[in-house]
Nanobody, 125 residues
């Protein structure tokens, strides 16, 4: 059983930065994926950043160049560094994990088995 505990988030002005953390526990298989999704009120959950198949990083076009995934393996923690934040980045952010090889559907939320509790990010102008 894998568990994900999130921290970070909060409120920031346009252009500011925030870092989200996702600390994992439990057993991962040789291949696994940990990714970040967000959901704004009235909108569908969308993927923003993906670390798949042990470290291959991908980002949604809307955040490319602004968001970065990193890991601290000693702390079993993945980070989502968010820079140059915009009002449209305002959402509840979730980390999600999946054991096993991630195929072409790694951007799809339903592919992920385990979810963090979510953390709110609010960007004000």
């Amino acid at each position: 059983q894998v568990q994900l505990v999130q921290s970070g988030g909060g409120s920031v002005q346009v252009g500011g930065s925030l870092r989200l953390s996702c600390t994992t526990s439990g057993a991962f298989t040789d291949y696994f994926c940990i990714s970040w999704f967000r959901q704004a009120p009235g909108k569908e959950r969308e993927g923003v950043a993906y670390s798949i198949n042990n470290g291959w990083k991908r980002y949604a076009e809307s955040v490319k160049g602004r968001f970065t995934i990193s890991e601290d393996n000693d702390k079993n923690t993945q980070y989502l560094q968010m820079n140059s934040l915009k009002p449209e980045d305002t959402a509840m952010y979730y980390c999600a994990a999946k054991n096993g090889y991630c195929g072409v559907n790694y951007t799809v939320a339903s592919e992920y088995t385990y979810w963090g509790q979510g953390t709110q990010v609010t960007v004000s102008s």
